[in-house]
């Protein structure tokens, strides 16, 4: 293998797939939150400007459910760096008379936060794929790929962490094959303090940090390596962790990340009391790791099977990383090949976290949204193997490149139409599908894919008292059709703890807001359904109480009435 030109131009090409995918940020991002997750943020960004303060309690956005109550306040669960950073565009803006729910206000703060950042880091990817060996057309297709073929798209168009992490990350790599360790170092703690699982990056590139030339046969290269370089890439990252850190502790008076304060969820009107913590309810009362593998990867919420390009990358990847352990190169691409085989690391440790530690198909979101911090970076991997290779062999992997490209694509831009609401491509795999058990009521798949997209299209949300109100009553309804249900299979005993388990979830639920004397809906609609669970059990006093405290809290409701009326008239 020849050597490769450091300084090689990135090419009119890359250029420009790197200006469409400006135009597409310019044009398409979004102008308003439409998730829990993305109005946390800008409530703690509205806290930080207008009141000094991360607490969301007097802001526009404390009617969602990203949050935690700790010491009588609430808080974003989301870690707050993100937040700091998006405190400056809103800033400014917020000086020239602009309010945080003002028409473009997010569309700004956005485009700062999570465009900008996303197309430095593209513009670096395509600088290490020249540098790495990939030609100008080569560096283009790969670009177009990791950019419009991914996840990277839809997650760059929304206030999200995983668009700006991952262009942290891209970044990052440059600046550690460039050796500015310091930067490499603040890059990964912003990354990880915004995405938690950059933190699996933040620790494998301590191998290209201190060993930039593992896989190669060149002499030292210039600048630090080993201890010397790790501790000047950790000084890089202290300032930022200790302000994450302190924040943290400020508030909750020790280091953990608000959002593992397991205590800070346990409020009235919690969603959390009836979903996990990755943004999903329960699927059923069994789960199998390698049926959710299964889907995670290859099925309807798959990584490769929404962008299959993805896999052609890392197959391609894991072949140059094998040619370069071999053969040893002493060229630049061994120091390539020391950071890929750190970022492939990265990527399969974050993978298989997702896959052992979730059951929810990353949430109310379209596909694996947690992915997205190391995707694109993967695209070095085939630039590695571009490298010294034929025309001949490049055309043959070139020629596998085009279908998985034009599908990915595809899936990423329907992705983008809109982030925050999972497409569920069947009627059988969506919510109603799985609780509606009658197949002569569900519509044909023309139908429900028409109703998809006119879902997903429509999709918005408003953060008032009483749309968190009527949320929160759609998931109490969802949480009784999810343990009520009859499933197939199930011994008594079984269906049995199964119902006690989704009780228990519930009286939970009740019991808080009773405490809080809440005068929300909510509070109602949770007795009517602790009185169903009871009946399920056969405990027709415990139901008979429920149903009276559901008509005592609203005495015009007509299902407890008529449910309590059933009951006194049953048989004893």
């Known amino acids: 293998m020849s050597e490769v030109d450091n300084s090689a131009p990135l090419g009119r090409w890359p250029w420009v797939v790197i200006a469409a995918f400006a135009l597409v940020l310019l044009l398409f991002t979004k102008d308003a939150p439409v998730s829990w997750a993305d109005a946390s943020r800008m409530g703690t960004i509205q806290g930080l400007v207008e009141q000094r303060t991360l607490a969301l309690d007097d802001t526009d956005y404390v009617w969602q459910g990203d949050k935690v109550q700790l010491d009588g306040k609430f808080y ?13 565009p809103y800033g400014v ?45 080569q560096t283009a297709w790969l670009l177009a790929a990791a950019s419009f073929g991914t996840l990277l798209l839809p997650y760059s168009l929304v206030l999200n962490q995983h668009g700006l992490a991952a262009g942290l990350v891209m970044i990052s790599l440059w600046a550690i094959t ?5 930067l490499a170092g603040v890059l990964l703690s912003v990354a990880t303090t915004t995405d938690l699982t950059a933190v699996f990056f933040a620790i494998a590139m301590v191998l290209p940090v201190a060993w930039p030339h593992l896989l190669s046969t060149n002499p030292k290269p210039h600048g630090l390596i080993g201890v010397g370089a ?53 699927s059923g009362p069994e789960g199998s790791f390698l049926a959710y593998a299964w889907g995670a990867l290859v099925g309807s919420s798959g990584l490769f099977s929404h962008h299959p390009v993805v896999l052609w990358a890392w197959v391609l990847g894991a072949a140059a990383l094998i040619r370069a352990a071999r053969q040893k190169q002493a060229t630049d691409s061994g120091t390539a090949a020391s ?4 970022t492939s690391l990265a990527a399969v440790c974050i993978t298989l976290y997702y896959l052992i530690s979730s059951r929810n198909f990353g949430g109310s ?26 025309t001949a062999a490049t055309k043959r ?21 809109q982030p925050w609401s999972k497409f569920y491509y069947s009627y059988a795999e969506s919510p109603l599908g799985m609780l509606n058990t009658d197949p002569s009521t569900h519509p044909t798949a023309k139908q429900h894919l028409k109703d998809e997209w006119r879902r997903v299209s429509n999709f918005h949300m408003v953060f008032t008292r009483k749309t968190y109100d009527d949320n929160y009553q759609f998931l109490l309804d969802q949480h009784r059709k999810l343990y009520l249900m009859d499933w197939a299979g199930m011994s008594d005993s079984e269906r049995d703890a199964w ?11 009740a019991d808080l807001l009773d405490a809080e004397n809440s005068p929300m809906q909510s509070r109602t609609i949770a007795h009517f359904w602790l009185a169903k669970f009871h009946m399920k059990l056969g405990d027709r006093i415990r139901a008979k109480r429920e149903y009276e405290i559901a008509i005592a809290l609203d005495p015009a409701f007509s299902l407890a009435n008529s449910a309590l009326k059933s009951l006194n008239a049953m048989p004893r």
């Open 93 to 137: 803006l917020h000086m020239f008379g602009r309010g945080i729910a003002d028409p473009g206000t997010y569309y700004w703060i956005t485009l700062f936060l999570v465009g900008l950042p996303v197309l430095a880091g593209l513009m670096c990817l395509g600088k290490l794929m020249r540098r790495i060996g990939a030609s100008q057309s």
């Open 178 to 182: 460039e050796r500015r360790l310091a």
């Open 397 to 417: 992997a070139m020629a596998w490149f085009w279908a998985p490209l034009i599908w990915s694509v595809l899936a990423a831009g329907l992705g983008a139409v």
């Open 76 to 88: 974003s669960h989301q870690p707050p760096m993100m937040a700091l950073l998006g405190a400056l």
């Open 365 to 390: 979101s379209f596909g694996m949204r947690w992915f997205t911090v190391f995707v694109p970076s993967l695209f070095l991997l085939p630039a590695l193997w571009f490298g010294g290779r034929s």
């Open 499 to 509: 119902v006690r388990t989704g009780l228990s979830k519930l009286q939970r639920v």
């Open 339 to 342: 950071l890929l085989l750190a």
């Open 230 to 282: 790790v501790l000047r890439y950790g000084l890089g990252a202290l300032p930022v962790l200790a302000l994450h850190f302190g924040i943290n502790y400020s508030i909750a008076g020790d280091l953990k990340p608000l959002g593992l304060h397991l205590e800070g969820f346990e409020y009235s009107m919690s969603p959390f009391l009836l979903m996990n913590l990755t943004g999903g309810g329960d």
